[in-house]
């Protein structure tokens, strides 16, 4: 029996962008992680599809990557307008995507039900640090209004609300300072319109702060620190509290963020996953774990090339003794409730 998936990180939006090509034609080929026959063939149907600005408009190539690119100093904050540039145009790729059949952007919990056992992909729109908004969080609204149901206040850069973490081995994200009143507006605004707020790459006194928001806390993408000590992943205070809000922390399978042996060659083994996922089910609860891979973001585990290899993960998890019960609420029941709680939410 096919064990369908809910993914909650992935980059394709920025890759189509990035690459300059005929989104939907590019979409519907086998280029990049993820992609129409791909989700088929791994039995992903639905995730959070980030936009994420990028300094320069290039292809992220994963196939000959050198870990030494994330051992450096964290990068400064981004123009605005130059973020917004990229913002709007991955949002219109999304919409095109839609026009052409092959996602859907939900916005609601009943199209999500509906999506998630269609065949477009359903589509949570994501975005992945908020560069391209100024104080007047005018750009925010504009994003709502195309679909934005979802967003990070930082990646690993600093913004006017927040900083995020620098790529970091053997220390935890407690490398700068929370949010700034600016930051608390943002994380204020969403929680009014429904926007649910995601912790990854923000710093560990940005996380405590958007905890006091009284906001269920959400890392779409990050692993656990006890497991491999990264600034990427969560302390067990912070898995713990992701589980008592009703939260949801999902596995990346980023190398760098399984192993320490990935920040010297990149690889790592698929078991790795297991490792991570089996402590955070231990510290979060069994309720408040799932997946969010980072697919077209990252480079991927030995054995998983895309989401079409997804069923290897699940057949991991399988011969670890999860038992198809877990398995279900990791793959996609854990995603699906809490976005029906969200939803349910909004203003």
């Given at each position: 029996m096919e064990t369908l998936v809910f993914d909650g990180h992935n980059d394709a939006l920025s890759r189509l962008w990035g690459g300059m090509v005929d989104p939907v034609a590019e979409f519907a080929g086998t280029n990049g992680h993820v992609n129409v026959p791909n989700c088929a063939k791994g039995g992903m149907k639905a995730g959070f599809f980030?936009?994420?600005?990028?300094?320069?408009?290039?292809?992220?190539?994963?196939?000959?990557?050198?870990?030494?690119?994330?051992?450096?100093?964290?990068?400064?904050?981004?123009?605005?307008?130059?973020?917004?540039?990229?913002?709007?145009?991955?949002?219109?790729?999304?919409?095109?995507?839609?026009?052409?059949?092959?996602?859907?952007?939900?916005?609601?919990a009943p199209a999500l039900a509906r999506a998630f056992m269609a065949d477009p992909i359903a589509c949570i729109l994501h975005l992945e640090g908020a560069d391209c908004i100024g104080p007047d969080l005018l750009a925010l609204d504009a994003l709502y209004a195309l679909g934005l149901r979802s967003l990070g206040i930082v990646w690993s850069r600093p913004t006017i609300f927040g900083d995020g973490?620098?790529?970091?081995?053997?220390?935890?994200?407690?490398?700068?300072?929370?949010?700034?009143?600016?930051?608390?507006?943002?994380?204020?605004?969403?929680?009014?319109?429904?926007v649910l707020i995601d912790t990854s790459h923000l710093t560990m006194k940005g996380f405590w702060d958007v905890a006091e928001a009284g906001v269920p806390l959400v890392a779409t993408h990050s692993n656990a620190c006890a497991v491999l000590n990264t600034t990427r992943n969560l302390t067990d205070d912070q898995l713990r509290l992701i589980g008592e809000t009703g939260g949801i922390a999902g596995l990346n399978f980023g190398t760098i963020f399984l192993t320490v042996e990935a920040w010297k060659t990149g690889k790592a083994p698929l078991d790795a996953c297991i490792k991570h996922l089996a402590h955070m089910v231990e510290i979060a609860g069994e309720d408040h774990v799932a997946i969010g891979s980072d697919f077209d973001g990252a480079p991927l585990p030995d054995g998983m090339a895309s989401a079409a290899d997804l069923p290897k993960l699940v057949q991991a998890m399988t011969d670890a003794g999860f038992g198809q019960t877990l398995i279900a609420k990791i793959t996609h029941e854990n995603w699906l409730a809490h976005l029906d709680r969200h939803f349910d939410t909004e203003a």
């Open positions: 980030a936009i994420y600005s990028p300094m320069t408009r290039d292809v992220f190539d994963l196939s000959n990557l050198d870990p030494a690119i994330f051992d450096m100093p964290m990068p400064p904050m981004m123009d605005e307008g130059l973020a917004l540039t990229s913002a709007i145009g991955q949002a219109a790729i999304a919409h095109k995507l839609q026009d052409a059949g092959q996602i859907e952007i939900v916005t609601d973490v620098p790529f970091g081995l053997g220390r935890v994200g407690d490398t700068g300072p929370g949010l700034t009143d600016d930051g608390k507006r943002l994380v204020a605004r969403c929680k009014d319109l429904g």
